[in-house]
């Protein structure tokens, strides 16, 4: 069963496992060997909804690190997380579970060697996997994804590993608890005035980053424009950029980077009105729980991995685009410069303007 985050109540605990209480002998079940990364996370939920979708009988087991389980539990169509452990004979146990567990199918998504060994060991009579990292004598079928217009999205790659190539993505949904909703609303001082969110850090670095100067202005545009309080969410490391941006914007901003857990965040943001976000998991978590996202790039290719719904805009400028940048890029960095907050007003404004008139701040929570 999922590793359930504390956050979640007894009570969601208690009907999740009801729901997806396992079969004594599970007659169609299927391994999915999960990305590393929140963003890739977030980017192959669609295909795994579609998947869900074609394969209504089938049951979905994800094994994840676990800094990612808690993630998993929001989802609807994942009916068991098992934790990937790091040490070689964590991976045998795991390996050994596997095999008592007589999977019919394993969806690789990393590329990587390792991710292809507990199903490899596991012998599941279907090992599907992207090609990569010479690990593709491990695998009983290599996917390579065909090139159809239109779907140059890292997530029609999952899609066709998934068996549905030219299926339409639609965008990632996950399900949050009232209870936590409800705790996203304390933690924000209730639902008045209406919030939006920034989140000026990237784990990838400063070619990721918009300037925390723009950051600051936006806010203050934004928060004068729209009459909205702000919230500035990430990760404990981006906590000082956050803090700066905070006291740069006015006082009273609210500055939460480091202090809520994944699914905490997920809450926090769907509370939001909009956020505005660089090229970061966290803007691909927003997506996750419907919320309009205005999203800064530099130089990475937002045709790839930008993100996904109706309800997003992408600023960029330059004509490059590429999937292979450095961390440190003084190209990428230059055009993010050149993205000016009035440029994100403008956006954000359009945005909203735009966004379903129903659309009520935490209306992706289960019911």
Known sequence: MPAYPESVSDD?????HQRHKAPAMPSDTALITGVNWLGDSIMSMPALQAYRQAHPQTRLVMLVKPKLAPLWTLHPDIH?????????NGMMRIARQAA?????????????????????????PERAGLPGHARDWMLTRVVRPPAIPGHEHQCYEYMALLGMPERPAERPRLILPPALRDRALDRLGGSEPPRLALMPGAAYGPAKRWP??????????????????????GSASEYDLC????????????????????????????QCILVVA??????????????????????????KTGP??????????????????????KEAELNLNRIRPEQALEAARDLLAHAPADRIPGDNHAR
């Not at 969601?12 to 999740?16: I, L, N, P, S, T």
């Not at 925390?212 to 969410?233: D, E, P, Q, Y």
């Open 243 to 270: 803090e700066q941006v905070a006291q740069g914007i006015a006082p009273g901003t609210v500055n939460l980077a480091g202090q809520t857990t994944l699914p905490e965040l997920a809450a926090i943001l769907s």
């Open 80 to 88: 068991e997380i098992w934790t990937l452990p790091d040490s070689l």
């Open 212 to 233: 925390a100067k723009h950051f600051i202005t936006c806010g203050r545009m934004l928060k004068t424009s729209l009459n909205c309080g702000i919230v500035l969410l």
């Open 12 to 16: 969601w605990r208690a009907e999740r």
């Open 278 to 303: 660089n090229d970061s998991g966290g803007m691909h978590l927003a997506t996750a729980v419907g919320v309009p996202v205005l999203a800064i790039f530099g130089i990475t290719d937002s045709r």
């Open 308 to 329: 996904l719904g109706s309800q997003t805009r992408v600023l960029q400028t330059g004509n490059r685009q590429s999937r292979d940048i450095g961390r440190i890029s």
């Open 100 to 124: 008592a567990r007589q999977f019919r199918a394993a969806f690789i998504l990393p590329h990587s060697l390792r991710s292809a060994l507990v199903p490899f060991l596991a012998r599941v």
